[in-house]
């Protein structure tokens, strides 16, 4: 595991080799710079408020009215953020063909905002909302505002996937499929903590791709990482940028 100039250099040759295939997986910590709180680390969201609480298909269905204050205060928070440099370097890496897809476990629709279009959003998008019974699809507007759904008059929700919930299986197999085809991977923001999610760097690993992992706090991946670092993502990012050259 490496956390220098000759470990990063790995990374940006494996990147720029004839058919290589860069996948990139972000966490919560992608967003940071954008003013998002993460979820785990030290006065991140899950330190001020119990996930188990407000974030459950349990509390959307016996306490809406928690729930949905917890919900439109991010919707409101998320809409006002706007995508970071790290966000624009992933963008800009696509459009050059750097990048072959962004796997996301993040919902607030940054990398969409940035320019990359190759997304899979393993935990959905605060930007879809759909009827807790009919599922007909709805705004953030009517869900702020407490309207119901204009076809059956059912309660709204947001379009994430909430604790006790499974991932959309497209989003998960495309995820595990670009997984496995990739000959670098990267982990952005990530504390891999959250199954089956935390699945796919370890796919790619097994499968052959070198793994790069940079993210604040430890994570249970970190021993299988051919390169690791604690640096913000924008400056691990930007490094790495400088040595692919353009």
Known sequence: MKDDMAGLKIVADRMTAPGAKTVVFTGAGMSTDSGLPDFRSKGGVWSKVNPMELATATAMRQNYDVFHEFYSQRF??????????????????????????????????????AGSREIYELHGSVGKVRCMECGNPSTQEDFISRQPCRQCNGRLRPGVVLFEEGLPSDAFES????????????????????????????IAKMSGAVLAICNRDITPLDGMADYRTNDGISDFLRSLDSLIGH
């Not at 809409?79 to 607030?108: F, K, M, S, Y």
């Not at 990739?182 to 959250?194: A, D, T």
């Open 76 to 113: 409101v928070q998320m809409r006002e953020a706007a995508p970071n440099e790290g966000h624009r370097i992933l963008a800009d890496w696509e459009g050059r063909g750097l990048v072959r897809c962004i796997i996301t476990q993040n919902i607030d629709g940054l990398h969409a905002a």
């Open 175 to 202: 995820s595990r499929r670009e997984s496995e085809k990739s000959s670098v991977f990267i982990v952005l923001g990530s504390s891999l903590q959250v199954y089956p999610a935390n699945q796919m760097p370890e």
